[in-house]
Each structure stands twice: as C-alpha cells, then as structure tokens.
C-alpha cells in the first residue's frame, strides 16, 4: 500500500465554500424565521444570534480571506512552538503575542518565567487576536451587526480567557495547593452568596458594601436639603470661606448614578473642593423611582429638576442667574434646558458647565451595541410591566463595556481565589445603582441614541416647545475624557460644536469617572486645551496644548468670569427656604 500527499488547492476551496454560502444562509434564515422559533427571538432581544448569522454569511462570501486569516494563524502558532522549543533548549525565543500594555489579567510572574503558563497565554492571545481580526475584517454588513459582531465577539474572547479557568491561571493554581483548595471552598461559597436563584441572576459583589453608610464614612460634605418634590431634593453645602461668589453653582447630576461620585471622600471630592473655591453650592440629588412615577417623562425631569432648582435657588439668595454643571445625562438634560430657556427668551444661567455629556449621539461607543427597533420594544415591553427599568440591569450593561476589568477579574478573586470583596469607596457607589421611569427612559433611548433627534433644529419639544440646540448663547465647558467608554470624546466634541456661544473644550487623561473625579492633589490625569471647536476633532488635538495636571483650576479660572463679585458666606436654607434635612438627604440613600 502506497501513501500519497494531497496538494490542497486555496483558490478551489474558496470557491467551493463560495458556492455553498447563499444556500446555506437561505436555510438558516428560513429555519429562524419559522413560527416554531418566533420565541427564540424574543429570548434574544439584542439580536446577537442574527448578527452572528449575518457575520457567517459575509465570512462565507469571501472566504478567501478566512483562509488567509486561519492560514496566518497557523504561522503564528508555528513561530511559537519554535519559539517553546527553543526556550526548552536553554535559548531565548522572542514572544509571538504579548498583551497590551493596559491588560492586567496576565500580570502574575508565571506567565512570563514559566514556558507552560506562557505558552497558554500566547496560544490565547493569538486565537482571540484571530477571531476578532476575522470579525473586523468582515465585508457586506451594515455597521449596525457589524458592532454587534465585533462587541460580542471581544465579550466570547474575553470569557474564554485562560485567566478565568482554575486549572490554566498559574495564580489560582498556587493559591489551590497553599491552602489545599480552601480558596475554591470559599469561592463557591461566595458564588452561592452572589446568585439570586429565584431570578436566576448572578450578580457579581464588587465591595464590601457593609463597610459604607452614607454621611457617616462617604457622602461627607455639610450642607442640607433645602428643597425637594417627587423627582428630586435639593442640597445646599455649607460654607467654607467667609466670602463667596455671588453667582450660585447648581450641579446636575446623572440620575442613572447617584451624586455623590462628586463626594465620596473629603480627598477626591469635587463638592467640597468647589466650596473651597468661594462657590455656593447646590447639587441634585435624583429620586431613586419606583412603579408610582412610572409616567414621569424626559421634560419632568427638566422643569422638576433644573428649572425647579434655580427657583429655588433664587428663592434662598436672591440670584436670578447661576453657573451651572451637568455630568453625563445631566449635561443633555442641562442643554435642552438652555435651548428650552432660549426659546421662551429667559436666562437663568451665566454660564454652562457640560462634564462627558453627549448632545449628538451620532457616536455612542460600544453602548450603540445595545440600542436598536428590536431591544427598544423589547425593553419598552419589560417597563410596561414593572414601570421602571430596573438599575443593576443598567449596571450590568455599563460592566460589560469593560468586562476585563468590572466582571472577570471580580470574577477569578472572588470565585477562584476565594477573597472576600474589599471596601472601596468607589465601587460601592459603583454598585449603588437607580431605577428609570419607564417613560423617561423610552423617550431618552429613542430621542437620543435610537434617532438622534435633539441634535437637530426642532428635533424635540419641550413642553409644547420646540427647541434648538443651537440657539444657546451661554458661554459653555466642555470637559471630555479620553478614555471615555460612555461618552466618546469624538462624539462630545459634534455636540460642543452645535452651540454658538463661547465654547472652551478641554479633553482630559483617562475616563468616564477618574477622568473627571481628578483633584490637583492626586497629581494625575493632565489634559489638552486648545481652539475653540471649530475644525474637527483630530484636526483640534494637533492645535491642542497639553498640561499636567487636573483640570480643575482651568475651570475655575474659567468659570470666575461668570461668577461676579464676593458677597457674605450664604449658609444652607437662606432667604424663603427651610433647611429639611442634613446633606445628603434620604432620597439617595434607597438602595435596590
């Protein structure tokens, strides 16, 4: 019996494979749209299986550049058994993949020095390097399935990370043999504390959340609540100069988080550093909604929140205009305010403060993955019933932008390794998530992302009114990150555009929280300031300067041209308001 080698031939496979492609898609569309799986669909509502079908489709029609991409693999899986096989000798072998600078599951020393562990890490890294260089590379499908595609594809990568497995991270291997398997004992132990069986949800315990009691050891700044109504209270800090700026300060915060990010530590607190600064202080602090204002809709939270705060504010000083911050979601809320006073010819803001706020959502990020017709009424179907979305689902969705950092490194401490969760300040406010009125939310989700409609002149109304972002006149600051994983500073940087008053961008270190959470004393985090934004954005961080440091003195050099001359230190409750209760109130402390 003769042996005889088979000479594959590329370009006749592909064509092979090319042949087969419509069909095969035809029978796969036909057996998903089938009445028999109408319910499959709904068990699906982001639409992953039907990007993934459409991803195997175009993988199909060219599959020449599969080949291509399995063939460069297979090269790269050669030079590192070389590469092992040379290390097994004695002799140096370069690596073939090696993680980002910023990737922090392989920091243990036993992926460097031990050939085993280096060699799962490299063979991982190239496989996952494959698989999304594949996906990326797919021709023939609408950007909208090609994101979903390209996000899912990271998130299938990144939980099949060899870190996540007990018997392939060399960590968790030592941990297992030090304690002899104590650490699996206590993980499945947490694991049994973090699973809710009655929802079948895992939710993942980031801190010690017992460790925290607001106003006690976070949320520290004086002040009190001066005002409140079904949305939101009011809180006015106390003092800390015998002088302050005439012109008060209201902060809008995001209500799908809670406000104390701008005061968890004395520190790292943005509150308090401004009322060290002179500032009158007032910040929102957002009701944490249930099924009774299920009805409460995007312009309620504009005249019960921004529009019923500076009458209060008036009320309690006297000052008719105050400078103002919006963060995140409180930045869009905070410009159809100013489009909404324009166009009743009133002012009651000297000048507009936007921190990460997107105003034209053209460049959502990777949270476009999760906005489109199908999820909308999907969700929209789900707040019917309950009446709010609820807020870890939020949360959960927030987490998986960054997955390596916010799930599976909580993941291998707490299950593999069996730690306990530390207190930490930061992620126990990251966990202390809110409910959204359901009608607000559906109106925010398709005004915004869906169609992107407050951009435009007349997009949205307000009240009856139409308004136009580009009819604000309020000289503006726009802080931006650029790390920002929710707000992509390319995509804040259309809406500083759309204003015509005076614009000053600035473009700050990191991201969505320590990008703007960055007190000068940290010495951290410089940031870009430049031109007015007027060319695009590329062609604004070339003009751009950059300075070290925090942004925060930029600002208030900034923001003290609006702020008019000293006056007598205010305390909390001046004028026509009565003090409630003491800062931060009991509207952010009900925990879901």
Not at 197 to 212: H, N, P
Not at 379 to 403: D, I, K, P
Not at 511 to 519: D, E, L, Q
Request: glycine share 8%; with cysteine.
């Amino acid at each position: 019996m003769t042996s005889r080698q088979t000479h594959v031939d590329p370009a006749a496979l592909a064509e092979s494979v090319e042949a087969i492609a419509a069909p095969t898609h035809k029978l796969m569309e036909d057996f998903f749209g089938a009445p028999a799986h109408a319910a499959a669909r709904h068990l699906d509502p982001l639409g992953v299986g039907k990007a993934f079908l459409d991803l195997t489709a175009a993988l199909m029609a060219r599959p020449e550049k599969l080949l291509h991409a399995q063939l460069d693999a297979w090269n790269a899986y050669m030079n590192l058994w070389t590469g092992m096989a040379s290390r097994w000798l004695g002799k140096p072998a370069p690596a073939v993949a090696a993680p980002a600078p910023s990737d922090r599951r392989f920091r243990h020393e036993a992926w460097e020095t031990n050939p085993f562990f280096d060699f799962i890490k490299q063979s991982y890294l190239i496989a996952s390097g494959a698989i999304q260089n594949v996906v990326a590379g797919a021709d023939g499908m609408d950007e909208k399935t090609a994101q979903k595609a390209r996000f899912y594809s990271k998130q299938f990568v990144d939980a099949l990370s060899p870190t996540n497995f007990a018997l392939t991270n060399p960590e968790v291997l030592e941990a297992t043999v030090a304690s002899h398997g104590a650490n699996l004992l206590k993980g499945l132990r947490n694991f049994t504390k973090d699973f809710d069986a009655e929802k079948g949800r895992l939710r993942i315990r980031m801190t010690d959340a017992s460790a925290f009691e607001l106003g006690r050891n976070i949320a520290l700044s004086p002040g009190k609540v001066v005002f409140q109504n079904e949305l939101m209270q009011l809180l006015q800090y106390e003092p800390a100069t015998t002088q302050v700026f005439r012109a008060p300060l209201l902060i809008i915060p995001p209500w799908i988080n809670k406000f104390y990010i701008l005061d968890l530590q004395p520190k790292n607190s943005l509150i308090r550093w401004l009322v060290g600064q002179g500032h009158t202080v007032f910040v929102i602090s957002w009701v944490n909604p249930d099924e009774s204002l299920a009805e409460k809709d995007f312009e309620d939270y504009l005249f019960e929140g921004p529009i019923a705060a500076v009458d209060a504010i008036e009320r309690g000083t006297g000052e008719r205009e105050v400078n103002v911050i919006g963060y995140c979601i409180g930045g869009t809320l905070l410009a159809a305010t100013l489009a909404w006073l324009e166009a009743k010819q009133q002012r009651r803001f000297a000048s507009a403060t936007f921190l990460a706020t997107l105003l034209d959502f053209s460049q959502p990020g990777d949270l476009g993955v999760f906005i489109d017709e199908q999820h909308l009424r999907h969700l929209e179907r789900v707040m019917e019933e309950r009446g709010y979305h609820e807020g870890s689902e939020m949360a959960t969705t927030f987490n998986m932008l960054r997955s390596n950092d916010l799930i599976w490194s909580f993941f291998v401490n707490h299950y593999l390794l069996g730690k306990e969760p530390v207190p930490f300040d930061l992620l126990f406010w990251n966990s202390d998530s809110t409910r959204l009125p359901a009608k607000m939310h559906s109106t925010y989700l398709r005004a915004m992302y869906l169609e992107n409609r407050l951009k435009d002149p007349g997009g949205m109304s307000i009240g009856g009114v139409s308004i136009d972002l580009r009819s604000i006149s309020t000289p503006a600051y726009f802080l931006s990150t650029e790390d920002d994983h929710i707000a992509p500073w390319r995509g804040t940087y259309l809406g500083a555009q759309l204003l015509r008053g005076p614009v000053r961008f600035v473009l700050g270190k990191s991201g969505h929280i320590a990008g703007v959470v960055n007190p000068p004393d940290s010495h951290k985090y410089g940031y870009h300031a430049g031109p007015a934004p007027a060319v695009t954005a590329e062609k604004w961080l070339v003009q751009a300067r950059y300075h070290e440091g925090s942004w925060w003195p930029d600002w208030e050099q900034w923001v003290e041209a609006y702020a008019g001359g000293k006056v007598a230190a205010r305390e909390p409750g001046g004028g026509a308001l009565t003090p409630i209760e003491d800062a931060p109130g009991s509207y952010v402390k009900v925990r879901t």
